[in-house]
């Protein structure tokens, strides 16, 4: 009998990485300065326009209109060091790359430009699809409503594909669940005339089901570990007083229909009916 050490070691990394990836550590220095809560950071949270995500690496983000206005990690001298990306910075002269972020900004400097900030967000999601807004500005709408704990969930996988799900929320029974958000003119929603491939949907749907089901008890005490450092910061999200029990296995798929008052359309309509069809072929 003979030991491939290479793939205990391979596998052995995997489990590593799993972990790892998927750890938040409630006593992180950004979390316990937060939680001291300094006067820039109430002006955030008593910000109801605004909205708050614990990201991995124990960093957290601010977010409007579903773009990030602040993204917020700790230097060594536990200072608060805040990012943002360079379009939005309108109230200062920069030499930065208009596709990087700039690092040097306090948080407190971010704060005092916020009306300016937002202003910018607003204009680089001008878009003229017929469901009227951005589908990240949709993301924020649907977050600011208080129905959802987390955006945007993300995990690297060893093979650099990223799973990425839109919302997730923890319903009134415990149980965690994801959300992906489209657009109803969304083009992976159906395929191309003539196309012998199927509608890109399936195949994403069917790998965020997958995941869920290879990393059941990672999300959960990941979720866990998220809704305990919320509360700590000071963010009033009312998922927090939720006991996770468990998460449905299936992704949940919400769209965001016409805006413009021509859903009638004949062609619309027949989108409609062609994505319907789909939708209950795979049981989404």
């Not at 992180?28 to 990201?55: C, G, H, Q």
């Not at 230097?75 to 990012?83: A, H």
């Not at 083009?187 to 003539?194: A, G, H, N, Q």
């Not at 299936?250 to 319907?276: E, M, Q």
Request: proline share 3%; net charge positive; charged share 30%.
């Amino acid at each position: 009998f003979k030991v491939n050490h290479e793939w205990y070691k391979y596998k052995g990394l995997i489990n590593i990485m799993a972990r790892n990836y998927f750890d938040l550590n409630i006593n992180a220095p950004l979390f316990t300065e937060l939680s001291k809560l300094p006067e820039w950071w109430k002006r955030i949270l008593n910000d109801k326009t605004l909205y708050v995500n614990i990201r991995k690496g124990n960093r957290i983000n601010v977010y409007y209109c579903g773009a990030s206005v602040m993204e917020l990690s700790i230097k060594r001298d536990k200072s608060i060091q805040g990012k943002i990306h360079s379009k939005y910075i309108l109230f200062q002269e920069t030499q930065t790359d208009k596709n990087s972020y700039r690092k040097d900004i306090s948080p407190e400097t971010i704060v005092e430009n916020l009306p300016s900030i937002k202003n910018a967000i607003i204009a680089n999601q001008a878009t003229s699809n017929p469901e009227g807004l951005s589908e990240k500005a949709i993301q924020g709408i649907m977050y600011i409503e208080g129905k959802y704990i987390d955006t945007e969930f993300e995990y690297v996988h060893l093979n650099r594909l990223i799973t990425r799900i839109d919302l997730t929320t923890i319903n009134d029974d415990g149980m965690i669940e994801f959300v992906e958000l489209k657009r109803i003119s969304d083009p992976r929603l159906l395929k191309k005339d003539m196309s012998l491939k199927n509608e890109e949907i399936r195949k994403q749907i069917d790998n965020y089901n997958s995941f869920i089901k290879g990393h059941k008890d990672e999300i959960i005490q990941y979720y866990k570990q998220l809704q305990q450092i919320l509360k700590k910061v000071g963010v009033n999200n009312p998922l927090c007083n939720i006991a996770i029990t468990d998460i449905k296995p299936s992704v949940y798929l919400y769209f965001a229909g016409y805006a413009d008052g021509k859903s009638n359309h004949p062609k619309r309509r027949k989108r409609i009916y062609n994505i319907k069809q789909i939708l209950e072929e795979k049981g989404i």
